[in-house]
């Protein structure tokens, strides 16, 4: 079956012969208004065992470039021009069978989201052993074996049992160690890993990408790694290649491409990247803000326990958090999935009656309010999603979004309203042009303005967001990081700050609480926090940020 | 039994009483009286005096409170009247009626099955988006055609033209031909409409992505990955669809001539027997609601994500 399409160096110098080469590529997809290329004139080249990086935003052509080496486009992408080369064989032009052949066996692939990418209905076993049947490895008894074998070298914990479970029943970062062991069943030369951590929470994202480090080197595997984290791509990559609207910007060697950019949009990814960004250079502790004395928040021993299956026995979420925000102050709770930092968030904004605890808002005791004091609560403090895509109306207007709030509360005149909302989308640096479009016509950033507007328009004192810039691409997560400082110098608001993310939690935040599995295991000022981190887990979360290590080759 | 079998037999049960009580009050609302139709005969030659023996020996004179007790208990204890028309037991109606309906509708709903599948098939293999487009738009076809019409059309086609298939004196397969297929053309398109956007919308998930990367061809990707995630959700509608299929059978049997429930429920309609059509609707709430707990509790076999779980979860 592979008879004719056996992929051999053309060359004997194998050594430098690359694994891939890639040369003038050109993608466009066929869209409502004809075609359009996204990738142009894209260039670069992966050695054997090396890991190449392609950095870049959303919409940066990085993902469309890594399917078509591995020819997955979707159904509309077209490959225009160029050449993909695997080890010396051009393989644009090849037909769906030549391709199957070598995807698993020559090139594979870590996908981005381990909870999607693994078929429900069939079990776990049985998804690794399918890559070793589509290329006929082994007798059933040897891939059975075979698979077991796998899971154990990627780290799964009870193979024999991971093999007969089905993927909702694991972890995950448990998944991705299952699809790992897929990529890596046939000994490919060349993995691409598309954001193979990006969907997982931080401390977990350390461990496989070790993982998938030390695979690389067993087995001398080169790797394409795309990622929209300069971080990651610092700490992992021995070349990065910058993409911004289809273009390469730079590429080079990591160490030089970040130590000296030549292109103005890296220095402002780097200038962006709060895991590689310096420290603040105010320490937001002196800050002079904080004058008008008091505390905007104040938890005492939170306790929020959930029913599970209509049983007695409930699921204690969040287990003894007490912390209290300094009016004008930012206060960040950091934690993993499953830590308790949002539901801590839904108890202070009123969301659900604690078990057990107190909490003040601007001097309220939200555990006593009832329907409508509960209502008139809302005017005080405000939540902004994580999601900006999901958390306007899509069928409403930008105006109407805005001006809904409004309507909740004060009978204001049409024309007052009008003003108002005009006012706040120009305080959030929204042009008027917007008032009258709907949200699927702003970019990511121009909706969490919106939403951000949106919570400010009642004049609210504390504002919470909720993981509100981990959505954004890095420099428009710095444009937003930058004018909620800005909001909350000039309306001494207070904010609470929930997030996994070490590095912008260090960057906006005053003090911090640090929750594990429901627990307050650190807390206090930030800089105290990271200078002398309280528990294990807090050293262990901050080791996990990337870009510390900054050049790590070997 | 666990709590959630025991929950959704509960369910069933309150559909089937809401089914047998909306029913009654519907069937007292109706206007006319099938005693007066049947005995205000002149030919008869029955005094007022007479008719009101009649009526209070069918206990139809009495308070619509204790009339609906009354049903109740009986249709409990098995006991489902007598027709007023035909003057035999509704039990004895039904059951002689059963088997052409039975055959009717479980051949119809194969027949739909296949249809259905095979479309999805083609538009999911068919390497050309213009012929794929045009499979896609089949269902629409079917969907809008009228049973009767199609019914008629058939026979036309069929029996009159090609002189396939006997109209007069049929034998038992060959009545069942026509009327199957009858019913079985719009019952096929919205299952061939759902299991297609199905198809389409599992093969843009990442896990298909991944089969692809493994180096599995388009048909092994469908077949081992597609094919049983598009069917899932399509068991539920295929269980509604099982109530079209009765409401297909009134007209389609119509249409044909032949003696089933369907039949039945028309000649009831007509002669205003209430206590057969109570009968008819009963049974067939029945019918639907037992298909359907048994779609809800056959879930689990075939989603692992339903099945109570076990082992580590770590």
């Keep these: 079956m592979t008879t004719a399409i056996n992929i051999k160096p053309a060359s004997a110098d194998v050594a430098n012969l690359p694994v891939l080469e890639i040369g003038n ?31 870049g935003e959303s919409g940066s052509g990085k993902t469309t470039t890594a399917q078509a ?51 429900p209905v069939k079990t776990i076993g049985a998804q690794v052993a399918e890559v070793l049947q589509i290329h006929r490895k082994g007798s059933r008894a040897e891939i059975d074996a075979r698979v077991i074998e796998l899971l154990t070298r990627v780290g799964l914990s009870q193979p024999e049992l991971r093999a007969r479970q089905y993927p909702h029943e694991l972890s995950g970062g448990m998944r991705q160690r299952v699809l790992i062991a897929i990529a890596i069943a046939l000994r490919p030369a060349l993995i691409i890993a598309d954001e193979p951590t990006s969907a997982l929470d931080v401390t977990v994202q350390k461990r496989i990408l070790d993982l998938i480090d030390e695979l690389r080197r067993e087995y001398g595997t080169a790797v394409l790694l795309v990622t929209h984290d300069l971080g990651v791509a610092a700490d992992r990559a021995n070349h990065i290649v910058v993409l911004k609207g289809g273009r390469i910007q730079e590429q080079g060697a990591t160490a030089e491409v970040l130590a000296k950019p030549r292109s103005d949009y890296t220095r402002k990814l780097l200038a962006d990247a709060p895991s590689l ?31 599970i299956g209509g049983r007695r026995d409930a699921f204690r979420a969040v287990d003894g958090v007490s912390f209290t925000v300094q009016r004008g102050a930012t206060h960040a709770i950091v934690g993993e999935s499953g830590s308790g930092k949002t539901t801590t968030a839904r108890s202070i904004v009123g969301f659900q009656k604690p078990t057990a605890g ?7 005791d939200v555990t006593t309010l009832r329907r409508e004091s509960l209502r008139w609560f809302r005017k005080t403090i405000q939540l902004v999603y994580q999601n900006p895509f999901a958390s306007l109306d899509p069928r409403q207007t930008i105006f109407q979004i805005v001006e809904e709030p409004l309507l909740n509360f004060d009978p204001l005149p049409r024309e007052d309203r009008a003003r108002k909302v005009q006012a706040i989308l120009d305080r959030v640096g929204l042009p008027s042009s917007v008032l009258a479009r709907k949200p699927h016509a702003l970019s990511g950033g121009q909706r969490q303005r919106v939403a951000i507007a949106r919570a400010l328009v009642l004049d609210p004192q504390v504002l919470v967001l909720d993981e509100a810039v981990s959505a954004l691409d890095v420099t428009v997560q710095a444009q937003i990081l930058a004018l909620l400082d800005e909001l909350q110098q000039a309306l001494g608001l207070t904010y609470l700050f929930i997030s996994h993310d070490l590095a912008v939690v260090r960057q906006i935040s005053d003090t911090v609480s640090v929750l594990h599995n429901g627990r307050q295991v650190d807390g206090g000022p930030v800089e105290d926090v990271f200078q002398r981190p309280g528990s294990a887990y807090t050293r262990e979360l901050i080791s996990a940020i990337p870009g510390q290590h900054n050049v790590n080759l070997n | 039994m666990s709590r959630y079998v025991i929950g959704r037999i509960g369910q069933a049960a309150l559909v089937l009483w809401a089914a047998f009580t909306v029913s009654f009050i519907l069937l007292q609302a109706l206007p006319g009286d099938a005693i007066l139709i049947k005995f205000l005969n002149f030919e008869l030659g029955l005094g007022p005096e007479q008719i009101a023996d009649i009526r209070a020996s069918y206990g139809a004179d009495s308070p619509l409170l204790v009339q609906y007790v009354h049903t109740v208990i009986s249709f409990l204890t098995g006991n489902y009247g007598y027709s007023i028309h035909a003057g035999v037991p509704v039990g004895d109606l039904i059951l002689a009626n059963l088997p052409q309906t039975l055959w009717l509708a479980t051949l119809g709903f194969l027949l739909s099955l296949v249809l259905a599948i095979t479309l999805a098939a083609l538009s999911a293999l068919s390497p050309f988006s213009w012929l794929r487009s045009l499979i896609q738009s089949i269902p629409a076809l079917f969907i809008s055609t009228p049973v009767f019409w199609l019914g008629i059309l058939l026979i036309q086609v069929f029996s009159f033209q090609l002189k396939l298939i006997p109209i007069i004196n049929p034998g038992p397969w060959q009545a069942l031909i026509l009327p199957v297929l ?6 096929s398109a919205p299952l061939a409409q759902i299991l297609m956007r199905n198809i389409d919308h599992v093969l843009t998930e990442p896990f298909v992505a991944v089969a692809r990367a493994k180096g599995a061809s388009h048909r092994w990707v469908l077949w081992k990955h597609v094919a049983k ?61 037992l298909i359907n707990l048994t779609v809800d509790l056959l879930y689990p076999v075939f989603d692992p994500r339903l099945r109570v779980k076990q082992g580590a979860v770590a």
């Design chain 2, 229 to 289: 995630n598009a069917v899932l959700p399509t068991l539920t509608i295929a269980g509604i669809l099982f109530g079209e299929l009765l409401a297909g059978a009134v007209v389609t049997e119509a249409v044909f001539g032949l003696n089933g429930l369907g039949g039945l429920t028309q000649r009831s309609v007509n002669d205003q027997d209430i206590a057969v059509l109570q009968a008819i609707v009963v049974f067939s709430a029945a019918a639907f609601v």
């Design chain 1, 277 to 307: 960004g310096k420290t603040r250079s105010v320490p937001r502790s002196v800050s002079p803000r904080i004058d008008r004395r008091g505390d905007a928040i104040v938890v005492e021993n939170l306790v929020q326990d959930f029913a």
């Design chain 2, 182 to 187: 009858t019913l079985a053309v719009p019952i």
């Design chain 1, 69 to 119: 080496v591995i020819g997955l486009l979707a159904e509309n992408g077209r490959l225009e021009a160029g050449t993909v080369r695997l080890n010396g064989t051009d393989i644009v032009g090849w037909s769906q069978k030549q391709l199957d052949a070598i995807r698993g066996s020559k090139i594979s692939l870590i996908p981005q989201d381990p909870t999607t990418s693994l078929n």
């Design chain 1, 358 to 364: 107190r909490i003040l808002v601007d001097g309220i």
């Design chain 1, 25 to 55: 590529l050109a993608v466009g997809y066929r869209g409502n208004e004809g075609f359009q290329r996204v990738v142009h004139d894209v260039s670069l080249l992966v050695r054997p065992g090396e890991v190449v990086a392609l950095v």
